[in-house]
């Protein structure tokens, strides 16, 4: 768990007390086997056109940022209103935080320059620590 738990940490901040409900959700993307994880997220903004921005989080170098736009154009509005409505926020403001949270979290689980084989099953790991707190606590 110590990759998971490294990434987690640095994401949250040094947060306590309790789970961050967008980590939460970005955690079941990456590790969603139908949406093929971490792999099938990287792959979706790469045939989004976002190949260039996503590759720069995956990679060693710096991250180049993506916009609130570029997220809801990758994602498409309604999965990205299920995301607002599990937050309670708007999609905006959804895709907002999204396009803060997501170069990180792939930066940080992607610590060698490659997608690590098997991550799906550590993510899973780690989304079960997340939803009983002890990521937090």
Do not use: C, R, Y
Not at 104 to 127: F, S
């Amino acid at each position: 768990m110590g990759l998971l738990d490294s990434v987690v940490g640095a994401l949250a901040g040094g947060q306590s007390g309790g789970s961050n409900p967008l980590l939460n959700i970005v955690m079941q993307m990456i590790s969603n086997p139908q949406s093929g994880g971490l792999g099938g997220l990287v792959q979706s903004f790469q045939q989004g056109g976002l190949g260039d921005i996503v590759n720069s989080w995956v990679s060693n170098g710096q991250n180049l940022p993506i916009s609130a736009e570029q997220i809801q154009a990758v994602l498409g509005g309604g999965k990205l209103q299920d995301i607002a409505s599990q937050l309670g926020v708007s999609t905006e403001q959804a895709s907002g935080s999204l396009a803060e949270l997501l170069p990180q979290m792939v930066d940080k689980l992607t610590p060698n320059g490659q997608i690590p084989e098997g991550g799906g099953d550590l993510l899973a790991q780690g989304l079960d620590m997340l939803k009983k707190g002890g990521l937090f606590s």
